[in-house]
């Protein structure tokens, strides 16, 4: 069973920078394209950011410029740097992996909470 650990959340002012991180329990190579998505409270789950297992990186209108998807395959880990923070980015932010066999396998974590308010 495949388990996402997402950490790094927090409390952070409007400005303000962090990095969530997201741990794999198995070889990350084998996930076609991780992401990271967030839900607000009473919103719809949206895409953040991905990126394939070739590196090709893709955002979210939303975050572009301000936030950056990488993946680190020898530690299992895909982080989430997240700079020039404002407080509509508060939200939970989860982890998601896809994995392509003859349907889309789609693992989730458990979330991290990034709240952004003076």
């Known amino acids: 069973q495949v388990q996402l650990v997402e950490s790094g959340g927090g409390l952070v002012q409007p400005g303000g920078s962090l990095r969530l991180s997201c741990a794999a329990s198995?070889?990350?190579?084998?996930?076609?394209?991780m992401g990271w998505y967030r839900q607000a409270p009473g919103k719809q789950r949206v895409v953040v950011a991905l990126?394939?297992?070739?590196?090709?990186?893709n955002y979210a209108d939303s975050v572009k410029g301000r936030f950056t998807i990488s993946r680190d395959n020898a530690k299992n880990t895909v982080y989430l740097q997240m700079n020039s923070l404002k407080p509509e980015d508060t939200a939970i932010y989860l982890c998601?992996?896809?994995?392509?066999?003859?349907?889309?396998?789609?693992?989730w974590g458990q979330g991290t909470q990034v709240t952004v308010s003076s």
């Open positions: 998601n992996a896809q994995y392509y066999s003859t349907s889309t396998i789609n693992y």
């Open positions: 198995t070889n990350i190579f084998s996930f076609a394209i």
């Open positions: 990126i394939s297992n070739a590196g090709t990186a």
